[in-house]
């Protein structure tokens, strides 16, 4: 049984539209125009636009998921649905600019929208009483399909394949803490730590003072985080280091500095 199905009538209105649009063009220019097409010749030097895959979560269901990311200023280029056998919806064509990251950095480079896919989920997000919406298995295997895919047609690198929270960690928390990132990672997917090393540098802080604030800064940032350069654990610090827990250490994201998340930090490729 395929894992998802895709939608995508916007994508053949456009295709349609612009070949019409083309031979319109074409014809207008063929014997008497100011000029001629010749597409006879394709450069070598090209690759894909497409740097990054930044995952989202809705925090609504699948009819207002919908509504919101092809009715408002908002939107995403693929949206992968709750149902029992996940709709992926192709809302923005790949080649196109989806308006999904707003604000935010990963290792300096802030123009994300241009830069990236942006794949949304259909997940309530935090609950009222303060627990996350889980994702179904059935989104997971969708998801891995999917992020294969568009990893290796577009030459994204693993550490590259992040959450809005990774980018934007002092306002976005999606997709939270249920993102089965080490899930992911097994099957190929994104960038993890070495676990046996940061086992072992956890072991050491037993009897080992924990990295000072300047470290832990630099270290973050080294991971791609937009990270202040204060030398204390200030707010923003906080708020980096929980978006780096949520990604790698998930059971608890409380933006304070322990042994195992010091150990991770210096445990990434
Ligand atoms: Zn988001």
Known sequence: MKPLSFVTPALKRGVQIGVLSLTALLAACGSSGPFKFDDSYSAQGQNSRVRYLVMHYTAGDHATSLKVLTQRDVSAHYLVSDERRPTVYRLVPEERRAWHAGIGSWYGFTDLNTGSIGIEIVNMGRLADGRWAPYSAAQIEALKVLLKDLAQRHG???????????????????????????????????????????RALQAQYATRPLPSASQVQALLRKAGYETPDSGTFDKATQNVLAAFQMHYRPARYNGVLDAETAAILQSLD
Request: net charge positive; proline share 14%.
């Open 156 to 198: 994204v690198s693993p550490r590259n394949i992040i959450g809005h929270s990774d980018v934007a960690p002092q306002r976005k928390l999606d997709p939270g803490p249920h993102f089965p990132w080490k899930d992911l990672a097994q099957a190929g997917i994104g960038r993890w730590y070495k676990e046996p090393q940061a």
